[in-house]
């Protein structure tokens, strides 16, 4: 160490920090534990210090002032030439350090002396990481900063905000000088250069700011766009502060706050981040929402969950960021690239003109004079789709005028008029919704929409925040008018351009979840609203009435594709008589689709497509053959039974052969099969019967309706535990059944049918060697069935393991199946259907058919199960312990996997 009289005091003050104790520690004992020592403690205080609401911008310039003091004490463990000096930049040269930040440092020296101060600064280097810190550093002259950051924008905004820590000060000036001279990113290539720097950033998070585990630091509306907006006006104005922007005309008081209030909220939550995970952490992961919703003092309520609570201010917090980076920028390209440059205004109307490609108000008493005009400059844009945006300056008096949005606004005919004006040009119409929401306006003029603005479900099924959920599935109506979606969509691109009025189903999709996190049910008091939407804008009675009918009714057909068993004729008269027309099949037919693509891009495959086409043509035939006229069961089972067996014929199977074969399954086989997989089992039978060993058959579904998904279906002597030994040989393969039917013959044997679908939502293909691999499995597991064997269960994905609601059951007779229905909805976990397969072996049930759904980290599985005799159940008790088992045991596996 160098001695004490050559090792200056570090002259800034830290009260929490006893410099001299410090310095008598270094003569005492092992240089390393004292500065270990050190930092424990201080982190722990700082720690206490956020935990109690401590001004977090303080912490953070304590905290680097606080590491300025240990650096300048390590420096001085050696001894070092004139002509180098330690530099701070990037993040820690504006002061600022989270706990687990990346603690930049810049050595700068003279040419010549990296060589004589190698040892020394090897030393230094090892010192830093021995004692804990997280620095990232780099050794350059002055000429070697000039060279890169000549190129590398990112160097050269690092330099711009350092500061010199100790060591040769005249380095650091030196080197500002140089730049200066040199006139190193003059301001327009700095603004292009850091511009195109965001936009590729954004583009990373998919220029989304509603990202379930958002980025706070990267992702649109993150701290790096507060700090875009620092650096490109602090280089125009050549100033080191936004404060010192003050004054200078570039943002008004409330846009200053704005930014002041984000920053702090968002280093909060950083801090509050890297204190929870105890390392580098910038993503909003599930486990840390939850916990830092905790610390920041967020309860549950009756409708919302802490965590719903503490994301939707983080998300209308980075929306209005967003919104805020958008003007300010537009501000700085027209002061630094546009400065002098001719522009071209081109009138509009008495209240807008067009200035090149933008548009703004012919003057700035607009929205005050005309407040109508607030919706106004929407119509116009979607009108004259060449408008790029709307002017800064414009944007900035739309704000100052919001106020002006009451209820006299709201019930005002002109408003009213103009807003629905926008939904007569659906090409335009999610783009103009979008910047409404952006500016505030929509919210406004909606006061229901701006409650759902930024509110999220804290799951994995809905990826998006309630409003932008809205608006994709709005663009999701619109697109399925293009050309392109007939491909995609064929039934929806039909289906759209025969409605009375598109614009009716649009406004639908705009109110379908309209009242979600007020309790209740959101689709009922949506139709409310809705309703109101219809009086207050003139709707026609009719139209209302329509609107209001379709957000009530809006996740009816899914729940019925997915839920019920569309083979049978009863399900789909019941779905007709609650339909009751094709007007009103189509409308929901579109809104359904749109709403699936738009809750979650993994939630729409082939085989839901193929469930929700399979009931939209069944209700479209009996709607078609009146409802009055509902289809006999026994007329479907002979028509069924004659193109089978019209099919088989042609395969040189006899009548004969097929009425032996068929002899041995009931009525439900035929109703629920296609006579094209009916043929495939009868001939397949027919090959195997002198075989002990069971059948198995693989293959794409052969039924236009349900295609979309692989077909497995296994003939076996009759086990009660057939189901729950494929579906265990499925899940450890990582396939996802979707439907499962489950037959008992009077010979003994069961016919089990499984449509499974890959990883990616895919049927499995036609390669032989997969097949021949999912055979294998299926066959190895099947002549396990009489042994004792543990179920192996594959590891819980992390996502799914933060999701751990308590498994629910619902259980109810019924009529139209003959059979009981028990829903279970329950956290989604490996092996959970063979678990419920166990328990139903043990309860002495038969399953008959099964329908499975998972949506995002639950599953909504609905099994049709009967007693020991066919029938369903009866004993209430029985059904209460069969529920209180599959909870317990459920629970059980999601407790082990979360690791409790």
Known sequence: MASDSSTPYFTRPLFFFDQSRFRNALTEKPVITVFKDAITAANAQFDVRFREGEDIRALIHERALFVDCLLHYAWYEFDWPQGISLEAVGGYGRCELHPHSDIDLLILLNEGLEEQCRDNLERFLTLLWDIGLEIGHSVRSV????????????????????????????????????????????????????????????????????????????????????????????????????KQLDGKGFFTEEEFTLLQNGEEFLWRVRYGLHMIA??????????????????????????????????????????????????????????????????????INERFQRRDDYIEVAHIYVFEESPSAMLEIFLLMAQNPDIRGVRASTIRLMRENRHLIDESFRSDERNTQLFLQLFSYPDQLVENLKRMNRYGVLGLYLPEFGRVTGQMQHDLFHIYTVDAHTLLLVQNLCNFLLPQAREDYPVAWHVMRRLPKVETVLLAGLYHDIAKGRGGDHSVLGAVDAEEFGIRHNLSPRETRLISWLVEKHLLMSAVSQKQDISDPDVIHSFALTVGDQMHLDYLYALTVADINATNPDLWNTWRASLMRTLYLETKRALRRGLENPIDKQDWIEETQQAALARLNRHNVTTDQALEVWEDVDDEYFLRESFLDIAWHTEAILLHQQSDQPLILIQETSSRELEGATQIFVRSKG??????????????????????????????????????????????????????????????????????????????????????????????????????LLEVISPDRPGLLACIGHIFIDFGLHLQNAKIATLGERVEDIFFITDSEGNPLSDPQLCQRLQAEICRQLDDRVDQAAGY
Not at 159 to 169: I, K
């Open 278 to 347: 105890g390392r580098p952490e910038d993503r909003l992961l599930f486990d840390h929402q939850r916990e830092l919703a905790k610390l920041f003092g967020y309860q549950d309520n009756d409708e919302n969950l802490a965590v719903e609570q503490f994301m939707h201010k983080y998300y209308r917090l980075v929306m209005s960021l967003r919104e805020l980076n958008d003007v300010l920028l537009q501000f700085l390209y027209e002061a630094i690239l546009q400065r002098g440059v001719k522009r071209t205004v081109t009138p």
């Open 719 to 820: 086990r009660d535990n057939v189901f729950t030994a494929i579906a265990t040989a499925l899940d450890q393969m990582n396939l996802s059944i979707q439907d499962a039917r489950i037959y008992n013959s009077k010979s003994g044997f069961t016919l089990d049918t499984f449509f499974v679908l890959n990883q990616n939502g895919e049927p499995l293909g036609t390669d032989p060697a997969v097949l021949t691999r999912i055979h294998d499995a299926l066959v190895q597991e099947l002549r396990l069935l009489d042994e004792d064997q543990d179920v192996a269960i594959r590891r819980t994905p992390r996502r799914l393991k933060h999701f751990t609601r308590p498994t629910r059951t619902i259980i109810r007779n019924d009529i139209l199946s003959g059979c009981t």
């Open 143 to 242: 000429d070697q900063c000039l060279e890169i950051a000549r190129t590398d924008i990112t160097v050269a905004t690092n330099l711009m905000e350092s500061r010199t820590l100790v060591g040769d000060a005249s380095m650091r000036e030196r080197l500002g000088q140089l730049a200066e001279a040199e006139k190193l990113w003059p301001a327009d290539e700095f603004f292009k250069a850091k511009f195109e720097e965001q936009h590729q950033r954004h583009e990373k998070y998919k220029n989304s700011e509603y990202n379930l585990e958002p980025n706070i630091k990267n992702a649109p509306g993150g701290l790096r766009d507060i700090q875009m907006i620092a650096w490109v006006a602090k280089r125009f104005f050549q100033v080191r502060t936004l």
